[in-house]
């Protein structure tokens, strides 16, 4: 089983949408509640460089969002991109499941987690096996046979 992995629409509007509403706070913050005189011009000055360098790092962070093929073989979970293969230290966790989006952290190599968006409409053909690789289990125990419905 394969399924690739793009850069997230959805991810991109909620980001979009939790940024201009973040403006749209500041701003009324700024109208009325910022104090006054040279103070006033200092706190604006001041919210407004963060807010845009908060802006910038979290537009460069979606730019960066991983984006390759997310294999499971039978055995093992792998990841594959631009730079080659890895093989995952576990099976991706999942952190929430929309039926059609699925947001997993991936644990690789070094102990190092990788967040990534699926989406069913990126391959709707193999949404059902990548959900059911996702939800089973991988290695089973030896009294797994004996827990099955006859």
Known sequence: MSYPVHASRVVQWVWCALIGGAALVLMLWWWHGAGLGVAR????GISAALFVGCAV???QALQRMPQGHLRWDGQRWLWQH?????????APVVVLDLQSLLVMALC???GRRQMVVLQR???PA??????RAVYSVAHPTPDAADNQMP
């Open 41 to 44: 011009w200092l706190r604006i």
């Open 57 to 59: 790092v979290g537009w």
């Open 82 to 90: 631009g730079d080659g293969e890895i093989v995952m230290q576990g």
């Open 108 to 110: 690789m190599q070094r």
């Open 121 to 123: 409409h990126w391959a």
């Open 126 to 131: 193999a949404w059902g096996d990548l959900r």
